[in-house]
């Protein structure tokens, strides 16, 4: 076969470390069609910041790629999924994956529970956190960053900020396992009826939750999720609820493991950047904003096309995954 044909962006070698491919891929040209995955891969800063921005053509629906490209027909056919399924809440678009108005309406909502006061609320927990953490290993003298720290920070923050039990964090990091193996489009079939299973789990224990919340409120974001109303909208349902908590959930702890142990790799292998902010405290906040800019842990976005369109004189077709 076709070197050039079979290599892929989406092959676990590449992922691990996409970088002499996006420069090889670049050099061709700035739009590549990725065959094996059937995806149009834009890899200009410029472009992208334009495909972003023009909300007819491209579409946040890539809820295909969430039900690992699934089209509708197969899986309204799939009745072992369909039954686990039946037992929980429908999912449906709110944020991530929706597009405007039904996007405006929720990001008005969600926007309430992450003002910068609330925010800024959260600093004193995650500084206490993050101590434990710390003393946990610091005596050792080593410590395996990724499990010891990197996993449980975000884990626990994100528990913290939805007021859920801080001791539940592995059932947390289970949920959002759960909804980002569906991601991948690489699960075995029994893998694949756990997820559905842990989904339905997570959305009977978040909707407990949800209900003691429309009962009393507290000082936490499912409160205010529950409770939140603006310009005179209803307040969210059960299932644009638990949509949003999952999407906090996932978004809030994966990316950011990914962003802590990727700035510990560079520091480890920069040791002078690292001697500069032991030194300079002050030039830490740019250093996170570089860590994210060199080796973001977050390195695509999806697009689907709503309709024909041209991106820097490459024709997508309508439905093309970008
Ligand atoms: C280093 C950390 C993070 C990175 C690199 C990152 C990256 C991103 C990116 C690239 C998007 C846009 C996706 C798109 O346009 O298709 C996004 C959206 C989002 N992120 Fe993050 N994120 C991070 C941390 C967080 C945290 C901590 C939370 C929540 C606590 C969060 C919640 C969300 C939500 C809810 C969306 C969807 C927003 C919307 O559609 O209105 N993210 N993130």
């Known amino acids: 076969m076709n070197e050039a044909v079979s290599k892929s962006l989406f092959q676990p ?26 995806t149009y891969v834009v890899l200009d800063y410029d472009l992208i910041s334009e495909a972003v ?15 690992g490209g699934k089209s509708d027909e197969e899986l309204a056919n799939d009745t072992e999924v369909q039954a686990i399924q039946a037992k929980g809440f429908p999912q449906v678009n709110t944020l991530l994956t929706a597009d405007q108005p039904v996007h405006t309406r929720f990001r008005k909502l969600v926007n309430l529970a992450f003002s910068m006061p609330k925010v800024n609320k959260l600093e004193d927990s995650m500084r206490e956190m993050s101590n434990e953490l710390i003393d ?22 994100i528990a913290v900020q939805l007021g859920l039990d801080v001791a539940d964090a592995s059932t947390i990091k289970r949920w959002t396992n759960a909804f980002v193996d569906r991601l991948s489009g690489m699960m075995t079939r029994e893998r694949q009826l756990e997820t559905e299973r842990e989904v339905v789990e997570y959305q009977h224990a978040l ?21 939140a109303q603006v310009d005179g909208e209803r307040p969210l349902d059960d299932a ?18 990914a962003a802590l142990a990727e700035g510990m790799r560079l520091f480890a292998t920069n040791p002078d950047q690292y001697k500069k902010i032991q030194d300079d405290p002050s030039l830490i906040p740019n250093a996170v ?34």
């Open 289 to 322: 904003e570089e860590v994210l800019r060199m080796s973001s842990g977050s390195s695509g976005i999806w697009r689907v096309m709503h309709r024909d369109a041209e991106l820097g004189g490459v024709m997508l077709p309508k439905g093309a995954m970008v």
């Open 13 to 38: 070698d590449i992922l691990a470390d996409p970088f002499d491919f996006y420069e090889e891929k670049r050099a061709e040209s700035p739009i590549f069609f990725d065959e094996a995955s059937g």
């Open 136 to 157: 946990n290993f610091i005596g050792k003298g080593e410590c395996e960053f990724v499990s010891e720290y990197a996993i449980p920070m975000p884990v626990r923050t």
């Open 240 to 257: 644009e609820s638990l949509s949003i908590v999952q999407q906090l959930m996932v978004a809030g702890n994966e990316t950011t493991t």
């Open 53 to 67: 921005g023009r909300l007819d053509d491209f579409s946040n629906n890539f809820n295909a790629l969430l039900s």
């Open 207 to 227: 909707k407990a939750n949800m209900d003691e919340r429309r009962k009393e409120a507290k000082d936490d974001i499912l409160s205010d999720l529950v409770n």
